[in-house]
């Protein structure tokens, strides 16, 4: 039998194009972009603050409904959903509230003041941190998972839950009660406080964050007359500073093997520790406060006021400032 023969320009051709075919094409980067989305307030000609989100500079006022006046405290968001929280105002006593994009909710009724502090989203959980005065006068604690409240106290001592972190679905608190006279620093897990080591009887936690499965939380001490800074790091205590008459700390962060830790002092100047190292927010030539410190990728950022500027820095430089405003919270998402 006679065996046909193909030229071999046609036998290459077809080669070619099935190698072609099976040839792999790279994968097209998809596009990012990171926006930064900060919580405040901006005061108008009409003398009331009004709740203000900024996203990348611009400013957006959110809705007060019936209210006369607002503030905002807290931002979180979840792909193209903003999410802040802080309070509405209409008559003597304040409602804690929430803004889904520009939807007021309220939390609370006007019977007593209330505010809410912190707000993060979590697999489309909606989970608030606020505080209540009840009908003694007396601050309860308390956070709302998708609207159900959980109270941390029972309303017989004073107390304050200052940030919350949620993690696996699980809410973590940092504050304090007061027993008596002595200020007990804790933290709550899903609603059970958990008693933190003190130096002295007035040792605040006020400040928190997780990296890994270790639970960071920052706050300060009164000894002997003077106020410190301290953290713990999985309940062991650790004393930064001593020796300040004042000090509030606000904020606790981690970037690699670094820890960050933001407060204001009695001068109102904004400092920070990184590790052992003290350093301020500005040169000394003015005087800056600090409300808020975060950490993204391995860039630090922070929040403050310099006179009537509010002002964003990242890592010590300044990027962005506004006026007669007040920059509390700030959140980095990439899209």
Partial sequence: MKKKKFPLLVIISVFSF???????????????????????????SSGNPIPVYWKNGEAHNLSLGSYSSGIAKSISVSGNDVYVCGSVTEGIYKAAAYWKNDTLHTLTDEVHDAIATGITVENNDVYILGQEYNASTIRVPKYWKNGLETVLTNGTNDALGEKMIVKNGEVYIAGYE????????KYWKNGVGIELPSVDSKTRASALTFVGNDLYIAGSNFQNG????????????????????YVH???????GNDVY????????AGKYWKNNTLIPLMDGSSVASLTDLYSYESDIYMLGNVGENTILW????KIATDTNASFEDIQIVQH
């Fill in 261 to 268: 830790i933001g407060y204001t002092d009695e001068l109102q």
């Fill in 249 to 255: 700390v606000n904020s606790v962060a981690v970037s």
């Fill in 226 to 245: 003077d106020m410190g800074v301290i953290y713990w790091k999985n309940g062991n205590l650790q004393v930064l500073s001593q020796g300040l008459s």
């Fill in 314 to 317: 990242k890592n010590n430089s």
């Fill in 178 to 185: 007061y027993v008596g006279t002595t200020m007990i620093p």
């Fill in 18 to 44: 099935f190698s072609c075919k099976h040839e792999d094409k790279p994968t097209p980067t998809p596009s990012t972009t990171t926006d930064i989305y900060i919580a405040g307030n901006k005061n108008y």
